[in-house]
């Protein structure tokens, strides 16, 4: 997602229903399913390294399509002997490694569908899940999260046995198969049609009980081939690339990236601990990654804090703003002028390099999804050599349906139709899409699928935004987290609040004033940012508690949403905020495992907070 900031879409798109479409090169037919695919590439190119997998001693070693497909059809042949039948549901609770794309691949190879858990999810929030979607077995990664799935057993009688990873799942399943039953999987695998369910995606869940997306093999596998057949996707994802993933695989977004991977022949690694990925970038060198805007704004507020102070601050801070008037400059008619590249020659000498040798030095395109980006960013890392590329999707969209591209991109907006897509605004200005990558609907719940969709088959986006006469598409707010103050103003809160997240100090906003006389915000501070940010300013190290009260660390923020109110009109201006004494995380409830913040149990807990902005 992305909001307009000082790009401006473009003026004349058809006010009533604007349309951006994009063709896809293949039509999933109704014999093609994920196994079947994959299985033919294994089939077609059995030396080809799909795979390295990290070992014990922090190398990365190659698994060839031969060595994969032996390793799932072991795992199936087990599978088939636990009494594993078609359309049986296996859970799948683990973080981003090669045993889930393992386990993935052997559960469809059975004609199951594995369903995945959040890492981070509680037992209530697993309960539900294995409750709604009737699991009969599941897959942990660790002991702990094993724990927490065999205690749901005797709740749910439907729910039979756990196997933990680092406890030999993997071994233990397989000893379990017989070799004559290879043609029951090929059996197996045949008989899935394109339009069968392939997975249930339980969306984060900002709002109230998450709903579980029904996804079909059509609907990934259309997203999962059109976009490497692009022109231009290309460019990015075919050849001799390859992918770290670190972002969860219980996502949609990390789970189409990862089937996209392997379709192209994209070397794939993982990266399950995001504490070691630094070091895994710089050993694996990927050639392109996928992450949420948080890691881009982190990178960079950790670039301008290890600058320190003095000289060294001066130079970076001078060449970052270098680096985004280049990007700036691209676009332009006239593009980058001379004086621009020498000072970017300099730059990537001085700056640049450093910062690209961070994520192994090999590092050209970056696919941000789930959050907005923010214009500046997005211009800084083109500037520094790595291209940020925006899109937009959401579980429902089996995660793409608009994208840029490196020869069609727009900085600020998501970009164009994803290929094989169609996207259009209704006249309440929500995002609409069509497509074959729409999903089924919600498991067990035929009132949210129908509210979900158009009376003529359009899925209802829950976003707002517009698109320009090229086709692209830029995105303004959440349509339910418009706030309406008490003069009547319309504010969407996603445009200050993507401003003011850029800042070192902040690590997130959420804007408030729904019936109130004016626009306020609840502000938190970025706790692994905050030491670095009082040395380089010559203050003593503080608690957060401390520097919520410090005034240069509340004139600092201050000025930050002084910068943010040049967006927007005086009318949808902050004109108060509050440094919340605690962050929002996954952990404390505030934030999904995706990142986004949860508004209503936010605006709930700090009710009083709130108030007080408006009463004192």
């Not at 503080?542 to 201050?558: F, H, K, R």
């Amino acid at each position: 997602m992305s909001t307009v900031n000082d790009a401006q879409p473009g003026e004349g798109a058809t006010p009533e229903h604007p349309e951006s479409f994009t063709p896809g090169k293949i039509t999933i037919t109704e014999t093609m399913n994920i196994p079947w695919i994959y299985r033919k590439i294994a089939r077609d190119k059995p030396n080809h390294v799909a795979i390295e997998r990290k070992s014990e001693i922090n190398t990365w070693v190659p698994v060839t399509w031969r060595q994969l497909e032996s390793e799932v059809r072991a795992v199936a042949r087990g599978l088939i002997a636990l009494g594993v039948k078609p359309g049986d549901h296996i859970a799948i609770m683990s973080h981003t490694r090669y045993e889930f794309t393992l386990f993935d691949l052997a559960i469809w190879s059975v004609g199951a569908q594995g369903v995945p858990i959040y890492e981070t999810d509680s037992a209530e929030q697993a309960a539900w899940i294995i409750e709604d979607s009737r699991i009969r077995f599941a897959i942990a990664e660790t002991t702990q999260m094993g724990e927490i799935l065999t205690s749901l057993q005797k709740r749910h009688k439907h729910f039979q046995q756990t196997f933990v990873i680092e406890a030999g799942a993997q071994n233990t399943i397989s000893a379990l198969g017989n070799l004559e039953d290879d043609s029951e999987i090929d059996r197996r695998i045949d008989a899935i049609h394109a339009d069968d369910l392939a997975t249930i995606i339980y969306t984060s869940g900002t709002t109230g009980r998450p709903k579980g997306a029904r996804l079909s093999h059509r609907n990934l596998l259309h997203v999962a081939i059109n976009g490497p057949l692009d022109d231009n996707l290309s460019a990015i994802v075919n050849g001799n690339q390859r992918t770290l993933l670190f972002l969860p695989m219980a996502h949609v977004f990390a789970r189409f990236i990862n089937l996209m991977a392997l379709y192209c022949g994209t070397v794939v690694g993982y990266s399950p601990d995001t504490k070691n990925l630094v070091a895994d970038m710089q050993s694996f060198k990927p050639t392109y990654v996928l992450a949420v805007p948080r890691v881009f704004e982190k990178i960079y507020n950790a670039a301008d804090a290890k600058a320190g102070h003095g000289m060294k601050l001066k130079l970076f801070r001078h060449y970052a703003k270098a680096a985004i008037a280049y990007s700036r400059a691209m676009d332009t008619p006239e593009g980058v002028t001379a004086l621009q590249r020498a000072e970017h020659e300099v730059g990537d000498r001085l700056v640049y390099q450093t910062l690209r040798s961070i994520t192994g030095g090999n590092l050209r395109y970056a696919i941000s999804g789930g959050a907005p980006l923010g214009e500046r960013l997005g211009h800084f890392f083109r500037g520094v050599g790595i291209t940020v590329i925006e899109g937009y999707g959401l579980t429902e969209t089996s995660a793409p349906t608009t994208v840029n591209l490196p020869g069609a991109q727009r900085i600020g907006s998501v970009g164009r139709a994803y290929p094989g897509t169609r996207v259009s605004v209704d006249d309440d200005g929500e995002i609409i899409a069509q497509g074959d990558h729409i999903f089924l609907g919600y498991n067990n719940n035929d009132k949210a699928t129908k509210a979900a969709m158009t009376d003529d088959g359009w899925f209802r986006s829950g976003d707002l935004g517009t698109i320009d006469d090229d086709g692209f598409v830029w995105v303004t707010g959440r349509k339910k987290e418009l706030i309406v103050t008490a003069g009547g103003k319309n504010v969407a809160p996603a445009v200050l609040e993507d401003r003011l997240r850029g800042h070192p100090l902040i690590s997130q906003v959420v804007v408030v004033g729904d019936g109130k006389p004016f626009i306020a915000a609840l502000v938190t501070l970025d706790t692994e940012m905050l030491p670095a940010w009082m040395k380089n300013h010559g203050l003593e190290p503080s608690t957060v508690t401390e520097a919520i009260a410090d005034p240069q660390v509340l004139a600092a923020i201050d000025r930050a949403v002084k910068r943010a109110n040049e967006a927007v009109s005086r009318a949808e201006s902050i004109r108060k905020f509050t440094v919340l004494p605690v962050d929002f995380t996954v952990q404390n409830g505030y934030l999904t495992p995706s990142l986004k913040v949860k508004r209503n149990a936010v605006l709930a807990d700090f009710a009083d907070t709130i108030e007080q902005l408006y009463t004192t």
